[in-house]
């Protein structure tokens, strides 16, 4: 299945705000309010921290916040500190052609 | 708290299968389901397929549906993944994660707590 799309790196130096961008089509980021963002630090295993588009887990940053317009979803990050240096990954229900979960190509988070 | 805990790293020859198994504990497993998602190594992430706890439905990627095949244990509380006909492409880190225990009609979509990975590798 196709990926969804999300820029290879995004970088940011402590205390700014930064945004990554996720998109996909009208039968999974624009369908469903299925989207999920996922973060992995090296060797270890992706952590939930937004799901269905804007709402975050107990635990999660309020740094951290979800939104999505048309086809387009995307995860900001404010106040941004060393320790979200990262890769982060975007998720979707697809609902048509093949149906299942599809997830992005990941995002590399930068603290300059 | 909610724990997944995942089978050891396996080697595998091509065309032989692997198992993984996915012990969970910590919740109630019959109201979710659980999700197989790889990593290949330097690579993203890639969803695998997905089986209800609560009644056993399942729904495979396209990619490997013809060779994968995943079960539940309420007993034990397990799920296992095997994938058959193995290629050196299948060489991933994979995780087991906890999900809805129905797809559209549950709400959700998110996988929420995380086995901590077993790395399968396909060599000759």
Known sequence: ????TQPASVSGSPGQSIAISCTGTSSDVGGYNSVSWYQQHPGKAPKLMIFEVIN???GVSARFSGSKSGNTASLTISGLQAEDEADYYCSAYRTTVTPGWVFGGGTKVTVL | QVHLVQSGAE???PGASVKVSCKASGYTFTNFGIAWVRQAPGQGLEWVGWISAFNGNRKYAQKVQNR????????????NMELRSLIPDDTAVYYCARGPYEILSAGDFDFDHWGQGTLVTVSS
């Open chain 2, 11 to 13: 080697v595998k020859k």
């Open chain 1, 56 to 58: 975050r887990p107990s």
């Open chain 1, 1 to 4: 299945q196709t990926a969804l």
């Open chain 2, 68 to 79: 994968v095949t995943m079960t539940i244990d309420t007993s034990t509380t397990t799920s």
